[in-house]
C-alpha cells in the first residue's frame, strides 16, 4: 500500500463577477426554464415566482380528507372485512354440515334443546 496523499491546494479563488454579468445571469435564469443554459454554469441563479399554484397542494403532503370521506371509507372496509368473514365462516359450516350431517343434526338439536329451555322461563 503506498503511503502518497494528494495535496490539496486549498479554496481555488475565482474572479468577481461585476453586476452586470449577475444581472445578465439572472435575466437569463427568469426567463430560460429550469435546467436550460450554455452549459458554462448554473442553470438557475435565481427562480421566478411561481405562479398559478394555488389550490395545488404540495407533492410532499397529501391532500387532506375531510371526515365525511374518512368515514365512507372506514365504512366500506369495515363492510369488507365483516362481508369475507361472512363469506369464510359459511363455506366453513357447508363443508362441516356436508362431511358429518350427523354431528351437525345433534348440534342443532341441543342449540334447539337450550333455547327452549330458556324461553320457557
Avoid: C
Avoid at 46 to 54: D, L, R, Y
Avoid at 88 to 98: A, G, K, N, P
Amino acid at each position: 500500500m503506498s503511503s502518497e496523499r494528494s495535496v490539496d491546494a486549498g479554496p481555488q479563488e475565482r474572479p468577481m463577477l461585476e453586476r452586470t454579468e449577475v444581472a445578465k445571469a439572472i435575466d437569463a435564469a427568469n426567463v430560460a426554464p429550469s435546467g436550460a443554459g450554455n452549459g458554462r454554469g448554473p442553470a438557475v441563479l435565481a427562480q421566478p415566482p411561481v405562479m398559478g399554484s394555488e389550490g395545488k397542494g404540495s407533492a410532499f403532503t397529501p391532500a387532506r380528507k375531510t371526515t365525511a370521506t374518512a368515514g365512507k371509507e372506514t365504512l366500506s372496509e369495515t363492510r369488507d372485512m365483516i362481508r369475507a368473514k361472512y363469506r369464510l365462516m359459511s363455506d366453513s359450516t357447508d363443508d362441516f354440515v356436508h362431511e358429518s350431517p350427523w354431528k351437525a343434526i345433534a348440534i342443532a338439536a341441543l342449540g334447539g334443546i337450550l333455547v327452549g329451555m330458556l324461553t320457557a322461563r
